[in-house]
């Protein structure tokens, strides 16, 4: 998906650059079949999990590519803590879809983004879900500012892996949760650009008066 200009200067942080993320040609992308399978294992030892990132992201209305073609296609699965996603990943916290796999509820997920500043992706689930600045003062806690502890731990993490400061694109610096909000809502017009007639779209991804696209039934979602 090419990035919008109002979006295109920011960070993003996902596991899809970790080093062990690299495919070989010829893998295969797991069928629903699997996900469901390898999901209910992890059922059974008891243990709480969700898809987040662009699985995350793609299941609220974005449209991200989780595979590239150049490269492979993946036929693994990067399992990682909620501390790193920042995700309290209780059963609670978790919405199954159609296809029967877990994400992250709707107010958790954006919290998780707003506080760990992950703009590029919080605009994206804004735009998929075409969230409203009401939305937000209802469902969120928008007191205060970003995590600015969680994003040093971060930071020193990815140092003791041997990250040089040159390659981490992560500000910790706090920014008020309200003012972000704020912004990224109401430049959904914006990030539509040239490209998207307001008289037909809402956002990127949603027309006007589209239905939720968690309501229908996509294989692999």
Not at 51 to 68: H, I
Not at 104 to 123: A, I, N
Request: aromatic fraction near 10%; hydrophobic fraction near 35%; charge should be negative.
């Amino acid at each position: 998906m090419e990035a919008s200009s109002a979006v295109s200067n920011l960070p993003e942080l996902s596991p899809a650059f970790h080093p062990l993320c690299i495919a070989d040609p010829g893998d295969v992308p797991p069928s629903p079949e699997q996900l469901v399978s390898i999901i209910t294992l992890l059922q059974q030892a008891d243990i709480c999990c969700c898809f987040v990132q662009e699985y995350g992201l793609n299941y609220y209305g974005a449209r991200r590519v989780t595979n590239a073609m150049p490269i492979g296609r993946t036929d693994f699965w990067l399992l990682l803590p909620a501390s790193y996603c920042y995700i309290i990943c209780e059963p609670d916290n978790i919405e199954w879809s159609q296809g029967n796999l877990p994400y992250p509820k709707l107010p958790g997920f954006v919290q998780s983004l707003l506080d760990t500043k992950q703009y590029v992706d919080l605009c994206d689930l804004i735009d998929g879900q075409d969230l409203s600045e009401e939305w937000g003062i209802e469902h969120l806690d928008l007191s205060g500012n970003s995590d600015t502890k969680w994003l040093e731990w971060l930071i020193q993490g990815m140092r003791d892996d041997g990250i040089e400061d040159i390659h981490i694109f992560i500000d910790a610096k706090p920014v008020s949760r309200l003012d972000s909000w704020k912004k990224y809502i109401t430049t959904k017009q914006t990030r539509m650009g040239w490209k998207y007639s307001p008289e037909i779209y809402a956002t990127r991804f949603r027309k006007v008066g589209s239905k939720d696209p968690r309501t229908r039934n996509k294989p692999g979602l």
